[in-house]
């Protein structure tokens, strides 16, 4: 069974830095596209990011603060944050969506909050 | 970044009712391989997004079939048959594309 679970959110200054990780299980994960997508509350969905065979791709609102790395070893993907803002408040979700399989699981998400 | 503009943002309906969510991207889905990568999310209060339509048409497993998806290009639709109780929630679709991938605002379904 695919598994995938998020860790590591919590209560963060602006400005402050904050990792989030994504264990999973099921499945090979060094094959794996892996992305993060977040929701913040009352928003819509925003895909933030994604790893591909050792490339990273990013979206415009969080590229050059944000950096997505995986540990194969360890079946974990990470998200390294840095100058977090208000509004990235959100919940993190890490996802196996590629687009040209039908792999697509998601985990149940981590929740973010940056407050003073 | 492709726009995907959803239309209605928030639909009452009434159960057994059919219901019906359009999509709209900025740009052409249809990508180099033959395929449109274009998706079709529900989001329920307290639950991880769950994909619905692939590839415009296509049901994941264990969706039920009062869900079906259609379109071409830039233009694309999200129908429900008969509206159950279970259906609640926001409605996305999803273009995946072009990176990066991008979500439409949303679609409240409520009862």
């Known amino acids: 069974e695919v598994q995938l679970e998020e860790s590591g959110g919590g209560v963060v200054r602006p400005g402050g830095s904050l990792t989030i990780s994504c264990a999973a299980s099921g499945f090979t994960f060094s094959d794996a596209w892996m992305s993060w997508v977040r929701q913040a509350p009352g928003k819509g969905l925003e895909w933030l990011g994604r790893i591909r065979s050792g490339i990273t791709e990013y979206a415009a609102p969080v590229r050059g603060r944000f950096s997505i790395s995986r540990d194969d070893a360890a079946n974990t993907l990470l998200l390294q944050m840095k100058s977090l803002r208000i509004d990235d408040t959100a919940l993190y979700y890490c996802?196996?969506?590629?687009?040209?399989?039908?792999?697509?699981?998601w985990g149940q998400g981590t929740l973010v909050t940056v407050s003073s | 970044d492709v726009v995907m503009t959803q239309s209605p943002l928030s639909l009452p309906v009434t159960l057994g009712q059919p219901a019906s969510i359009s999509c709209r991207s900025s740009q052409g889905l249809l990508y180099s391989d033959g395929n449109t990568y274009l998706n079709w999310f529900q989001l329920r209060p307290g639950q991880s997004p769950r994909r619905l339509i692939y590839r415009v048409s296509s049901r994941d497993s264990g969706v039920p079939n009062r869900f079906s998806g259609s379109g071409s290009g830039t233009d694309f639709t999200l129908k429900i048959s008969r509206v159950e109780a279970e259906d609640v929630g926001v409605y996305y679709c999803m273009q995946g594309t072009q990176w990066p991938y991008t979500f439409g605002q949303g679609t409240k379904l409520e009862i």
């Open positions: 996802t196996t969506y590629r687009s040209s399989t039908n792999f697509n699981y």
